[in-house]
C-alpha cells in the first residue's frame, strides 16, 4: 500500500522530544506528516492506533542471524521475522558466520537475501581480521562498498596487540569504526563470572579484570590511533567507569550493554542452568546496578538484544559445554521499558518511556553515524519526509515469555517466565520497514 494512515496513536519520538496524540500520514515509504494530517489526504488503509504508542522503529546493534552456516540454529528468514516482531527496523549483524564475513560477496549476498524478504533493514560487521584468526587485515575498503558499516572480531579477541594496532590505524585512515567486545584473551576463557557462585559450582571464573585490562588496552590504541571505537556489550561496574572516564577526556569512544547483563546477575546461574550461559558472561548485583545507572547517563548510548539463537542440541549440556547465547530480539522493546520503569502502565511517564525509547532508537543511531548513508537523518526518528520505519505497540498488553511461542527459530531465553518469573509489558502491534508490513498482531485494530 502506498499510503497508510495511522490515526490517534501517542506519538514519541526521543530524538526531538516529541510526545503527543495525533496523527501519522505515510506515503511511498516516508512519512508525510506528523500530528495534523491534511484533510486531502487519502489513504489507502486507516489504522486506529488509540490508546497505542506510535514510535520509530527500533535499531538492534548486535543481532546473529545465524546465516550463512548456521541454519541449523537459526535462518535469516525466521530472524528478521522475529525482529520485526520485536519493533526492530534496523539491525547490525556480526561477522562470526560460516563462512566468516571477510569476502564483499558474501556482504553483498547477505544483504540482498534480507532486502528480498523485506522484513527488517540488516547492517552488517565486516571482519576485522581474516577469517577472525587476528593474523591478517581483511580489505576494508572493498567491505565497506559491499555494505559492511564497521568492522568487528565477534567473541574472537586479537591476541597480537600489533595487529590490533595496525587494524586501528587503518580504520582510522579511512573513518571507518571498530567494533570490539573487550575481553583478555587469557583471562576471559571462564565459563562463568569469577565470585561466589562459580565457586559454589565450581565453574571456571571470567575476572573483571579480563574485561578492564582490555579496555585499558583499546584505550590507548583509541588514544594512539584517533580511531573511532565502539565497545561492545560491556558487563561490569569497573568497565562502566573506564568508558565514563574515556569520554570524559573526549576520546571517540561508544559503548552498549546487553538486555541479559542489564537486568540479570550470575545468581540467576541457579542449579547449572545452561539458558543462563551467555557472553559476557552475567556478573554480580552491583554490575547490573552500574550498568543500569550507566545507560541512564549517558555512559553507555544503548541496549542491544545479543540475540544469539542456540539449538536445542547446542543448549541442553552440562553448564560448561553448552553454547552460549539467547534469543532476545523480541524482547527488547519490552525489556527497555522494564529497565527505564515505563512497564505496567496504560501510558507511561513521557520522562521514562523516552528513555526506554532512547536507547533503543537515539543511542545506537548516534553509534553508527555517517555509516547510516542517506538513512543517517531519518533513522531511529519521526520526522516529516524521513523513512517510514515505525513501531506500533500497546504498552498496557502484559505477557510472559514462553519459548514456543517465540518467532525466532531459537527458544532459549533467560526471561522466560519458567525461570525468571518476569512478566513483561508492551506487544508490538505493527511493525512498518519504509512504508510498507513487516509484522502485523492480530489484535490491531485496523479498518481497510
Not at 226 to 232: A, Q, V
Not at 415 to 430: I, K, N, P, Q
Amino acid at each position: 500500500m502506498s499510503k497508510i494512515l495511522i490515526k490517534n496513536g501517542r506519538l514519541v519520538d526521543p530524538a526531538s522530544g516529541l510526545d503527543q496524540v495525533g496523527d501519522l500520514a505515510i506515503t511511498s515509504g516516508r512519512i508525510g506528516a506528523i500530528g495534523k494530517v491534511p484533510a486531502d489526504f487519502a489513504a489507502d488503509r486507516v489504522i486506529d492506533a488509540t490508546g497505542l504508542i506510535v514510535a520509530p522503529g527500533l535499531v538492534d546493534l548486535a543481532a546473529r542471524l545465524r546465516e550463512p552456516g548456521h541454519e541449523h540454529e537459526g535462518m535469516l528468514e525466521s530472524e528478521l521475522a522475529a525482529a520485526a516482531a520485536g519493533g526492530v527496523t534496523s539491525v547490525v549483524c556480526l561477522p562470526d558466520t560460516d563462512p566468516t564475513l571477510d569476502e564483499p560477496g558474501l556482504v553483498e549476498m547477505l544483504k540482498l537475501r534480507a532486502r528480498k524478504l523485506s522484513r527488517c533493514r540488516l547492517f552488517p560487521l565486516g571482519a576485522l581480521t581474516r577469517g577472525l584468526k587476528g593474523e591478517t587485515l581483511t580489505e576494508m575498503a572493498e567491505l565497506v562498498e559491499a555494505g559492511c558499516i564497521g568492522f568487528s572480531q565477534a567473541e574472537v579477541a586479537i591476541k597480537d596487540t600489533l595487529v590490533l594496532q595496525r587494524a586501528m590505524q587503518y580504520a582510522a585512515t579511512f573513518g571507518y569504526t571498530v567494533w570490539l567486545r573487550p575481553q583478555d584473551p587469557w583471562l576471559g576463557k571462564g565459563v562463568a563470572a569469577s565470585g561466589s557462585v562459580a565457586t559454589r559450582l565450581g565453574l571456571s571464573g571470567v575476572p573483571v579484570s579480563a574485561e578492564t585490562i582490555a579496555i585499558h588496552t583499546l584505550i590507548e590504541l583509541v588514544r594512539a590511533t584517533g580511531t573511532r571505537l565502539h565497545l561492545c556489550r560491556i558487563s561490569s561496574a569497573a568497565g562502566v567507569e573506564l568508558v565514563r572516564q574515556a569520554k570524559a577526556q573526549g576520546l571517540p569512544i561508544t559503548a552498549d550493554v546487553s538486555i541479559n547483563s542489564l537486568l540479570l546477575t550470575d545468581v540467576d546461574i541457579g542449579y547449572f542452568n545452561a539458558v543462563m550461559r551467555v557472553t559476557p558472561p552475567l556478573r554480580q548485583g552491583r554490575d547490573r546496578d552500574a550498568l543500569q545507572a550507566g545507560l541512564a547517563d549517558g555512559t553507555l548510548d544503548a541496549l542491544v538484544s545479543d540475540h544469539t539463537p542456540v539449538s536445542e542440541d547446542e543448549k541442553v549440556l552440562p553448564f560448561g559445554e553448552a553454547e552460549p547465547g539467547a534469543t532476545g530480539l523480541e524482547l527488547l522493546l519490552s525489556l527497555a521499558l522494564k529497565w527505564a520503569g515505563a512497564d505496567h502502565q496504560a501510558q507511561p511517564a513521557a520522562d521514562k518511556l523516552r528513555r526506554a525509547l532512547s536507547v533503543v532508537t537515539q543511542g545506537p543511531v548516534k553509534v553508527l553515524g555517517d555509516a547510516l548513508g542517506s538513512l543517517s537523518s531519518s533513522a531511529g526518528r519521526l520526522v516529516p519526509g524521513g523513512v517510514a520505519d515505525v513501531v506500533v505497540f500497546d504498552p498496557a498488553a502484559r505477557w510472559t515469555v514462553t519459548p514456543a511461542e517465540l518467532v525466532s527459530q531459537g527458544k532459549h531465553t533467560p526471561f522466560a517466565f519458567e525461570t525468571t518469573g518476569f512478566e513483561l509489558s508492551g506487544r508490538v502491534r505493527l511493525t512498518l520497514v519504509a512504508g510498507q508490513v513487516a509484522h502485523e498482531s492480530a489484535a490491531l485494530n485496523a479498518s481497510p
